[in-house]
T-cell receptor, first 111, second 116 residues
């Protein structure tokens, strides 16, 4: 059974600092997704990673994928308050497109 | 223009009642999903339809019955509601093309169901 684990579950960090959220998954998967969820809101797609070594960046967020280690990271650079949210990773396979989600990381940026 | 919409946004009801949640997407996608987010924010797939055909049916009580009248709509009917059904239900849609495609899933705003 596919399992997706994220750590940390909770992260409180100061503005201006850098940090990384980790996502491990237990079996080979075709796609790795990162989503953002604000309180009481829907899920917003951030990145989709397909291949080993893939790296994508948007603003202060950068996601990478190591398929051999079954590990993805979401790196936050010089955090700002607007990045406070819960971040989920999820994996899916071609032909069975259900998303299997990680537990989520609740990120709080402190001024 | 809303891509994936759900109604209602909030639903408060008594145990034992039957209720429905509706979902519509105007993205032209051929696959739609229902996910459940529990009180601990954990998200889990419930069902998936591709071109009106049920393709994923996770271990969900048979009190939950999805229906897809056409590929733009996926509804969820719940019979005999229980306290444990309280959660946020998200609809999503995607367009699968190939193994190398991103097949991004777009989520609706969610329906917060509270069973009293």
């Amino acid at each position: 059974e596919l399992k997706v684990e994220q750590n940390p579950l909770f992260l409180s960090m100061q503005e201006g600092k850098n940090y990384t959220i980790y996502c491990n998954y237990s079996t080979t998967s075709d796609r790795l997704y990162w989503y953002r969820q604000d309180p009481g809101k829907s899920l917003e797609s951030l990145f989709v990673l397909l291949s080993n070594g893939a790296v994508k960046q948007e603003g202060r967020l950068m996601a990478s994928l190591d398929t051999k280690a079954r590990l993805s990271t979401l790196h936050i650079t010089a955090a700002v308050h607007d990045l406070s949210a819960t971040y989920f990773c999820a994996v899916a396979n071609f032909g069975n497109e259900k998303l299997t989600f990680g537990t989520g990381t609740r990120l709080t940026i402190i001024p | 223009d809303t891509a994936v919409s759900q109604t209602p946004k909030y639903l408060v009801t008594q145990m034992g009642n039957d209720k429905s949640i509706k979902c519509e997407q105007n993205l032209g996608h051929d696959t739609m999903y229902w996910y459940k987010q529990d009180s601990k924010k954990f998200l889990k797939i419930m069902f998936s339809y591709n071109n009106k055909e049920l393709i994923i049916n996770e271990t969900v009580p048979n009190r939950f019955s999805p229906k897809s009248p056409d590929k733009a709509h996926l509804n969820l009917h719940i019979n005999s509601l229980e306290l444990g059904d309280s959660a946020v239900y998200f609809c999503a849609s995607s367009q699968e093309t190939a193994r190398t495609s991103e097949n991004e899933q777009f989520f609706g705003p969610g329906t917060r169901l509270t069973v009293l």
